[in-house]
Every structure is written in C-alpha cells, then in structure tokens.
C-alpha cells in the first residue's frame, strides 16, 4: 500500500502561484509514477502531469505546459507540482496519485493510489 498526503493548496489570485506538495509513504516511492490530477465543480476528473520513475520523463495536459512544472524528490517521498500563471480555470481540487505503471500515465485509472486531495481557488 501506498499513502499520499497533499499539502499547499489556497486561494490565490489570478496571475499568482502555488507549489503542491505530495508526500507519499508505505512503499518503495523510487518505482512509482507519480501524477497530478484535478476535479473542478460537476467535472470530471482530469490529468494535469506526471512523471514517470523511468528517466524521470514528464508529461503535461495542453492546458499547463509552460505554467506548471512537476518534479520529485526521491531522498524525501515527495512529489511537487509547481504552478505559475494561474488562471481562474484552473480552480479545482487537486489530487496527487501514484502508480507502479510506465505508461498510459494520462489515464487516471492507471494510478490506483490516490491523496484526498487540496483545493486550488484562483481569483480572477
């Protein structure tokens, strides 16, 4: 089993930035991909990054490429989701997942651990 825990979410206005924080426990967290997804208000839940525990390759949604950036530290368990430029659209709560899979890392049922996630309110 693997725990994740979401820190650093808040309110902040647009144009601002937020860095996310997800610690994991319970597991090896050197083999694990890692990602971040957000649900917004009656929307489903969407991909927002990932990267993978081979080569450390990084994935975005078309919406935060150039905004966001997704980076971990194996020696601490943690996974960080660095967001600059943020826009009222990117609302949501967001939610940190980990999976033993290499691929298909947009797919959220590819991670079956998931955080409780941390709201993210952007004022326009």
């Known amino acids: 089993q693997v725990q994740l825990v979401e820190s650093g979410g808040g309110l902040v206005q647009a144009g601002g930035s937020l860095r996310l924080s997800c610690a994991a426990s319970?597991?090896?967290?050197?083999?694990?991909?890692l990602g971040w997804f957000r649900q917004a208000p009656e929307k489903e839940r969407e991909f927002v990054a990932a990267?993978?525990?081979?080569?450390?390759?990084?994935y975005y949604s078309d919406s935060v490429k150039g905004r966001f950036t997704i980076s971990r530290d194996n020696a601490k368990n943690t996974v960080y989701l660095e967001m600059t430029s943020l826009k009222p659209e990117d609302t949501a709560i967001y939610y940190c997942?980990?999976?033993?899979?290499?691929?298909?890392?947009?797919?959220?049922?590819?991670?079956?651990?998931w955080g409780q996630g941390t709201q993210v309110t952007v004022s326009p």
């Open positions: 997942a980990a999976a033993t899979a290499a691929y298909s890392l947009r797919d959220p049922s590819t991670f079956p651990y």
């Open positions: 319970g597991r090896t967290f050197n083999y694990f991909a």
């Open positions: 990267v993978s525990w081979i080569g450390g390759s990084t």
